[in-house]
């Protein structure tokens, strides 16, 4: 998997002001429920905070990746955020975070899932990158280096 594949610059979005996981997750949900015909947003939403209640998807370092199966879906979807202000997330380290990366998976798709998480948390493990991308002021920018790192 490359993360072109995922990715496009339309679902990166940097530095946005919202404040709470909660905020986040129904903001992104909406997103990318408005790229995608058959997708909406509630179940997309449900899903995701689903998942964080079996346990936070806070990396630690400042980075998340909630994550999450639904149906109608069918393609992975990707989307990369920064936060304008670091917010609570429950991560492991106990630290807010401000960059995300969104995935959603069809639901028979568990390989695939599981494959494309392990590369995203090795990826934003990278601390130049985090760096980086927490620089980075356009959503094309933060687009061109996710893509190209």
């Not at 530095?15 to 949900?29: A, F």
């Not at 909406?40 to 449900?46: F, I, L, R, T, V």
């Not at 992975?76 to 401000?98: F, N, Q, R």
């Amino acid at each position: 998997m490359q993360l072109e594949d995922i990715l496009i610059s339309e679902r990166c979005f940097c530095k946005v002001p919202w404040r709470s996981k909660r905020r986040i997750l129904t903001n992104i949900s909406e997103l990318i429920s408005d790229q995608f015909e058959g997708l909406e947003p509630e179940p997309m939403y449900d899903s995701l905070m689903a998942r964080e209640q079996l346990g936070s998807t806070g990396l630690g370092n400042g980075i998340a990746i909630p994550h999450c199966r639904v149906a109608n879906c069918t393609e992975i979807i990707g989307s990369l955020i920064t936060l304008e202000e670091p917010t609570e997330y429950d991560a492991i380290d106990g630290k807010p975070v401000d960059i995300l990366f969104v995935l959603i998976v069809p639901e028979q798709k568990s390989d695939e899932h599981v494959t494309a998480l392990a590369k995203l948390a090795e990826l934003l493990s990278d601390q130049d990158l985090c760096f980086t991308l927490r620089q980075t002021l356009s959503d094309e920018d933060l687009y061109n280096i996710a893509i190209t790192y």
